[in-house]
C-alpha cells in the first residue's frame, strides 16, 4: 500500500501526457511529428517560409501550409526537464526537420514586434537548451484545449525575465498563414 501511495502522489505530480494522432504518448528529443490543425480545412500543417515568397530572404517564418498535403515540416520537441516523453505545460523547445539554408538553425523563436504585421511572428533562430534571460523567447508550451491541444508561448526557464503568457495563433498576411503571438488559439494534433 505504501509503495502505491507514493507511486501514484509521484504520478500526480508529473503533467499531463501528450498523445499523436495513433493514441502514443508524444516523445522527446529524436522523435519527429507532424503539427497539424485540428480544423479539416484547405490548409496543411506547420511549416517555414520566407517573409517574403520568393525572395530567399532569411530568417524562415513559421507558418501554415497553403496546401493540405504535403502535411507539413517534421518537427521535434526538446522538453527543459529532459524527460523522455513531452508533457502539458512543460517549456520546450520546438526544432523543425528540413533542408534550411538560412544561417538561423531551424529552432523557434518569438523575437520583438514585427514593423510590418504589429505581430511577434515565430521564426528561426532559437536554440535548444540553456534556460535562462538570452533564452526566454525560445521556449514554448502545448496546452490542452478542450479536447484538443494548442500552442502556446509563456516560459518559466527564467525567473526575474517578464515574459507574456499567451496563446499562439495564426495571423493572415501577404497571402499567407503565420504563426503569431495572439489571437484565437491555433488547435494542433500530432501525427
Given at each position: ?47 517555414s517560409e520566407y517573409r517574403i515568397k520568393g525572395t530567399y530572404t532569411c530568417p524562415k517564418f513559421i ?31 520546438v526544432e523543425f526537420h528540413e533542408w534550411n539554408p ?90
Amino acid at each position: 500500500t505504501l509503495f502505491f501511495l507514493a507511486s501514484t502522489g509521484e504520478a500526480a505530480a508529473l503533467p499531463g501526457r501528450i498523445f499523436d494522432t495513433d493514441g502514443n504518448p508524444l516523445r522527446s528529443r529524436t522523435a519527429r511529428y507532424y503539427i497539424m490543425p485540428v480544423v479539416d480545412d484547405a490548409y496543411g500543417g506547420l511549416e517555414s517560409e520566407y517573409r517574403i515568397k520568393g525572395t530567399y530572404t532569411c530568417p524562415k517564418f513559421i507558418c501554415q501550409d497553403e496546401n493540405k498535403f504535403p502535411t507539413s515540416t517534421p518537427a521535434s520537441f526538446w522538453p527543459v526537464d529532459g524527460m523522455g516523453s513531452v508533457r502539458l505545460s512543460t517549456d520546450m523547445n520546438v526544432e523543425f526537420h528540413e533542408w534550411n539554408p538560412c544561417p538561423e538553425k531551424p529552432i523557434w523563436t518569438l523575437p520583438s514586434t514585427d514593423p510590418a504585421t504589429g505581430k511577434r511572428m515565430v521564426r528561426y533562430g532559437g536554440m535548444i537548451g540553456k534556460p535562462g534571460p538570452e533564452t526566454v523567447n525560445n521556449w514554448f508550451r502545448i496546452e490542452k484545449s478542450g479536447d484538443n491541444y494548442k500552442l502556446v508561448f509563456c516560459p518559466s526557464v527564467c525567473k526575474t525575465c517578464k515574459a507574456v503568457c499567451e496563446d499562439l495563433g495564426i495571423h493572415y498576411q501577404d497571402g499567407q498563414r503565420w504563426l503569431v503571438l495572439g489571437g484565437s488559439p491555433f488547435a494542433v494534433k500530432f501525427q
